[in-house]
Each structure stands twice: as C-alpha cells, then as structure tokens.
C-alpha cells in the first residue's frame, strides 16, 4: 500500500531551523509530483510547496525563500528544509502525493512543529 512517514519535527526557536523528512513506499516515487501541506490548529490546511514531476518547485508565499524543497529518489525520501522559523510556521506538516492511476490523495501521519516565542 502507499504509505507516507513524515518525521524531523519539534520543537524550536523563532530564527532557527528544521528539515522534515518524508519517508514513501508502495509507488514510483521518482516519477511522482509530491508536496508539503501544513495545518495549524483552527485553521485550514495549506499547501506549503510542491515538487513537480519535472523538478520544478513552487512555495507558498509565505515561506518563499525560506524553505526548499527536496527530494532523493534513491532514498525514496521527500525533504522539506525550513529555515528562519516563526511562529506562524507552527503546524502539523504532512507529506502528500496524488497519484493518477489510483485517482487518489494520500497523506502521511503529519509531525508537528512548534515554532516558540
């Protein structure tokens, strides 16, 4: 089955830096476009950034410059590098991949990041 763990999360201070691991099974994960969601408590889960089939990267705004996003197809592992942490950046981050042949989402457990201030 398709699984998703993410891992790297804690917690850390407002200035300081994190990379996030996403360890995938049970699909071609070389060939996959795969991104990184966030969720925050009360509010709606947004999409962080995405990593496209062609090796393109798109951010969301809010964390443009800040965080980059990387993948090693021979480790089968997405990474999410996030540097200048705020509190704002305090969330459950989950890995997510959407694949074609299933015509479905999946979605890893989410580790979460506390951003103090």
């Known amino acids: 089955q398709v699984q998703l763990v993410e891992s790297g999360g804690g917690l850390v201070q407002p200035g300081g830096s994190l990379r996030l691991s996403c360890a995938a099974s049970g699909f071609t994960f070389s060939s996959s476009v795969m991104r990184w969601y966030r969720q925050a408590p009360g509010k709606q889960r947004e999409l962080v950034a995405a990593?496209?089939?062609?090796?393109?990267?798109n951010y969301a705004e809010p964390v443009k410059g800040r965080f980059t996003i990387s993948r090693d197809n021979a480790k089968n592992t997405l990474y999410l590098e996030m540097s200048s942490l705020k509190p704002e950046d305090t969330a459950v981050y989950y890995c997510?991949?959407?694949?074609?042949?299933?015509?479905?989402?999946?979605w890893g457990q989410g580790t979460q990041v506390t951003v103090s201030s």
């Open positions: 990593l496209t089939s062609g090796g393109s990267t």
């Open positions: 997510n991949v959407y694949l074609l042949v299933t015509m479905s989402t999946y």
